[in-house]
C-alpha cells in the first residue's frame, strides 16, 4: 500500500528559528509513513535545510498580508497539481488554503492550535477551528483556549511536542562553572517574564555571589531590557547572547544550572501553547523555574522536575532561583527527574500519535 501523501502549509518551517518551526520540521522529519510537500515561506539559509520536498514561496519582506495572501495562494496551486490525501495547517494563517483544498479535494483537513495566536486573529480562529477535521493542541491549556476560540471538543486532539533526548548530556556532574540562570526565548512576547527576572536578578544576586542570567534569543524587546539592565546596574551580572546556533545552545545549556521563564497568562488569555524550552531543559536534566499557570504548569511538574511560582511576583520568583542555585542536591534531583520524564516525550512519539490521527481521518472520510 502506497503511503499517504500530506500537504502541510505553514509559515513556519526550519532553517527560520522558532517554537513552532520546530515542532512542524520535526514532525517532517519524523512522520516516515507519510509522503510529505511543505509549502512555506522562503528563508535565506533556506539552501542548507533539509532536501525533503518544499516549495518555498518567495516574498516581499515586511508586508505581512500580502505574503500570507501568497502564501496561501502558492498551497492551492501545490495543492491541486499534487493532490494530496491529507493536508496538515501549521499555523491558522495558511487556514484559508487548506480548508479550500479540503474541500475541493474532499480530503481531510488538521489545524495546528498553539493559543496566543488565537486571541490575536479571533475571526480567523473562528473560521479555521470550526471547518478543520480536526485540530492538534500541545497542551490541556491550548486545548481550553482553542474550546473558546470556536474548536469543537469532539475534534480536539492534545499531542504534546517532543524532545530529542539522545543528544542531550546526561551528566551535569561537572558543571562547576559560574551559577547560570539561562532563558531561551524571542524576546517579543512580555508575558515571558523577562521583567520580572529583571526585578529578581537583585534578590538573587544578593544570596547568590557570581550568579549570572545569560538569555538566548533576538527580538524587538531586547533594546528596552538591555537599557533596563543598565538602569539597575545589572549589566555586569545579565548577559543577552542574541541568536545562537544550535551548538552553541547546547554549550549554554550544559553550563546553566537553572532554567527560569516565568510565563504568566497575557490578558487574552493565550500565552504559551508549551514552552517546548522547558522540556529542552528537562532532557539535558537542567530543573525550571516557570510560571504557575497555563501550559507552564503542564510542561514544569512542581516540585519534581522544577519549581512553579506566582509569575507577577518577582520576590517568588527569586526565592524559587536561590534555592535551586544553593542546594545543587535538590537541583540534581529534580534535573534527573525531569529527565526521565523527558525520556517519554520524543519527537518520534509526537509524529506516531500525528501519523495514527491523519490514518485515521483519511481512512474515515466519505
Given at each position: ?39 512555506t515561506l522562503d528563508h535565506p539559509d533556506a539552501a542548507?535545510?533539509?532536501?525533503r520536498p518544499t516549495h518555498r514561496v518567495t516574498t ?66 473562528r473560521f479555521a477551528l470550526a471547518r478543520s477535521t ?233
Amino acid at each position: 500500500m502506497s503511503r499517504p501523501r500530506v500537504l502541510v502549509t505553514t509559515p513556519d518551517f526550519p532553517p527560520a528559528v522558532g517554537g513552532i518551526q520546530r515542532l512542524i520540521g520535526e514532525l517532517v522529519a519524523n512522520a516516515g509513513g507519510w509522503e510529505t510537500l511543505v509549502v512555506t515561506l522562503d528563508h535565506p539559509d533556506a539552501a542548507s535545510a533539509s532536501a525533503r520536498p518544499t516549495h518555498r514561496v518567495t516574498t516581499a519582506r515586511g508586508l505581512r498580508r500580502t505574503t500570507m495572501a501568497r502564501l496561501n495562494a502558492a498551497s492551492i496551486r501545490k495543492g491541486l497539481a499534487w493532490r494530496p490525501d491529507a493536508v496538515i495547517c501549521g499555523h491558522i494563517v495558511t487556514s484559508p488554503a487548506a480548508l479550500w483544498l479540503g474541500r475541493r479535494l474532499r480530503v481531510p483537513t488538521v489545524q495546528y492550535a498553539y493559543a496566543m495566536e488565537l486571541g490575536h486573529r479571533p475571526a480567523l480562529a473562528r473560521f479555521a477551528l470550526a471547518r478543520s477535521t480536526a485540530t492538534i493542541v500541545l497542551s490541556q491549556h491550548a486545548a481550553q483556549v482553542a474550546r473558546t476560540a470556536g474548536a469543537d471538543p469532539a475534534r480536539l486532539h492534545v499531542i504534546p511536542p517532543g524532545v530529542d533526548v539522545a543528544t542531550a548530556a546526561p551528566d551535569r556532574a561537572g558543571n562547576n562553572g559560574p551559577p547560570t540562570i539561562l532563558t531561551v526565548a524571542r524576546l517579543a512576547d512580555r508575558y515571558k517574564g523577562f521583567d520580572v527576572m529583571l526585578r529578581a536578578m537583585p534578590l538573587v544576586r544578593a544570596r547568590v555571589p557570581g550568579v549570572r542570567w545569560v538569555v538566548i534569543g533576538e527580538g524587538p524587546l531586547r533594546g528596552e531590557l538591555e537599557r533596563t539592565a543598565r538602569a539597575w546596574s545589572l549589566h555586569d551580572s545579565v548577559v543577552f547572547a542574541g541568536h545562537v546556533s544550535r551548538e552553541e545552545l547546547d554549550g549554554w545549556f550544559a553550563c546553566a544550572h537553572v532554567l527560569a521563564m516565568p510565563s504568566r497568562l497575557p490578558a487574552d488569555g493565550g500565552g504559551e501553547g508549551y514552552g517546548l524550552v522547558y522540556l529542552e531543559a528537562a532532557a539535558r536534566g537542567l530543573p525550571s523555574v516557570a510560571g504557575d499557570r497555563g501550559a507552564a504548569a503542564e510542561a514544569v511538574v512542581h516540585g519534581e522536575t522544577g519549581l512553579l511560582v506566582d509569575a507577577t511576583d518577582h520576590v517568588a520568583t527569586a526565592g524559587a532561583l536561590v534555592e535551586l542555585l544553593t542546594d545543587a542536591e535538590r537541583a540534581s534531583a529534580l534535573g534527573a527527574a525531569g529527565r526521565e520524564r523527558a525520556r517519554m516525550l520524543t519527537w518520534e512519539r509526537m509524529a506516531a500519535s500525528t501519523e495514527a490521527l491523519v490514518a485515521d481521518l483519511i481512512a474515515s472520510r466519505p
